[in-house]
Nanobody, 126 residues
C-alpha cells in the first residue's frame, strides 16, 4: 500500500523558514511525479511546487517562486519543500501527493492524482 506522511509544519513568524518533509512507504519515487499542495481556509487546494522524477522538471507557483525549493532524497524516499521568507498568505494545510505518471512537474501541479498524505499545518504570523 502506498503511503505518504508529511511532517515539518508549525507556527512561524513572517520572514522565517520551515522545511516540510514527505516520506513515502510502499513504493519508491522512481518514475513518479510528486508535488506539494496548499489549502488555505475556505479556499481550494492549489499546486505549490511539483517535480517529475522522469525528467527532473519542476514547477513553482508564482506566489512562491524564489522562496520555496522542492527536492528529493531517493535514499530516504522523501521529498522536501524548503520554505524561506514565509508570508502570512503562505498559511494553510500542506499536502504532498505522488503518482506514477509521465506528467511533467507543471502538469502534475495542475492535475494531481494518485496517493495523498494527511497534510501538515503551516501558520505564518504577521
Amino acid at each position: 500500500e502506498e503511503q505518504l506522511v508529511e511532517s515539518g509544519g508549525g507556527y512561524v513568524q513572517a520572514g522565517g523558514s520551515l522545511r516540510l518533509s514527505c516520506a513515502a512507504s510502499g513504493f519508491t519515487f522512481d518514475g513518479y511525479a510528486i508535488g506539494w499542495f496548499r489549502q488555505a481556509r475556505g479556499k481550494e487546494r492549489d499546486g505549490i511546487s511539483c517535480i517529475s522524477t522522469r525528467d527532473n522538471s519542476t514547477y513553482y507557483a508564482d506566489s512562491v517562486k524564489g522562496r520555496f525549493t522542492i527536492s528529493t532524497n531517493n535514499a530516504k524516499n522523501t521529498v522536501y519543500l524548503q520554505m524561506n521568507s514565509l508570508k502570512p498568505e503562505d498559511t494553510g494545510v500542506y499536502y504532498c501527493a505522488a503518482d506514477r505518471t509521465y506528467y511533467t512537474g507543471d502538469y502534475y501541479c495542475m492535475w494531481p492524482r494518485g496517493s495523498w498524505g494527511q497534510g501538515t499545518q503551516v501558520t505564518v504570523s504577521s
